[in-house]
Antibody
Framework: QIQLVQSGPELKKPGESVKISCKAS????????MHWVKQAPGKGLKWMGW????????TYADDFKGRFVFSLEASASTANLQISNLKNEDTATYFC???????????WGQGVMVTVSS | DVVLTQTPPTLLATIGQSVSISCRSS???????????LNWLLQRTGQSPQPLIY???KLESGVPNRFSGSGSGTDFTLKISGVEAEDLGVYYC?????????FGSGTKLEIK
């Protein structure tokens, strides 16, 4: 069955970096785009951008340009999100989500809680 | 950016009651290709969001038919015909017509 399994929770200090993974299984990874969504504690959902899993080209929402990098390990059917120079406001749960041909997010990862605290 | 305004922010319902959630967009979600990319999702507490409806009114696979979506242009509605206990959580609309993609602020459904 189709699954998106994300890496575990992270506790980081301001200024550090973090890399989150999203491993896909049950389908051909390169056939569907992967999106990233941020959810701050107790808040709603915010779209961060997406990566073309066939070409590897990332697209970032304006608020996520600069310190955020989407990448792939296509041979491992894995999408990654790296955040550098972490700030307190990066504390959130980060979800990966597959975009289906219906233009909806039909499968989501379980989310990764990133806590940034000194 | 497209702003999606959901009302009400909180909904209190009894089992079996029918409820509706409104999602209003700051601009038309009708794409130049004729499709309207408005989706609905449900996030249960402590879980990932799950898709309910895409293209305004099409049910995702496995979603019970007590859920229905309607609307066009800038005004959209999610209706639950006969709320069940498993329906509690936060409902989000989201639009896929314009970049950046945006989500509504959410409607929390609570069961009386």
């Amino acid at each position: 069955q189709i699954q998106l399994v994300q890496s575990g929770p992270e506790l980081k200090k301001p200024g550090e970096s973090v890399k989150i993974s999203c491993k896909a299984s049950g389908y051909t990874f390169t056939d569907y785009a992967m999106h990233w969504v941020k959810q701050a504690p107790g808040k709603g959902l915010k779209w961060m951008g997406w990566i073309n899993t066939y070409t590897g080209k990332p697209t970032y929402a304006d608020d996520f340009k600069g310190r955020f990098v989407f990448s792939l390990e296509a041979s491992a059917s894995t999408a990654n999100l790296q955040i550098s120079n972490l700030k307190n406001e990066d504390t959130a749960t980060y979800f990966c989500a597959r975009e289906f041909i219906t233009t909806s997010f039909d499968y989501w990862g379980q989310g990764v809680m990133v806590t940034v605290s000194s | 950016d497209v702003v999606l305004t959901q009302t009400p922010p909180t909904l209190l319902a009894t089992i079996g009651q029918s409820v509706s959630i409104s999602c209003r967009s700051s601009q038309s979600l009708l794409h130049s290709n004729g499709n309207t990319y408005l989706n609905w999702l449900l996030q249960r507490t402590g879980q990932s969001p799950q898709p309910l409806i895409y293209l305004v009114s099409k049910l995702e696979s496995g979603v019970p038919n007590r859920f229905s979506g309607s609307g066009s242009g800038t005004d959209f509605t999610l209706k639950i015909s006969g709320v069940e206990a498993e329906d509690l959580g936060v409902y989000y609309c989201m639009q896929f017509t314009h970049y950046p993609l945006t989500f509504g602020s959410g409607t929390k459904l609570e069961i009386k």
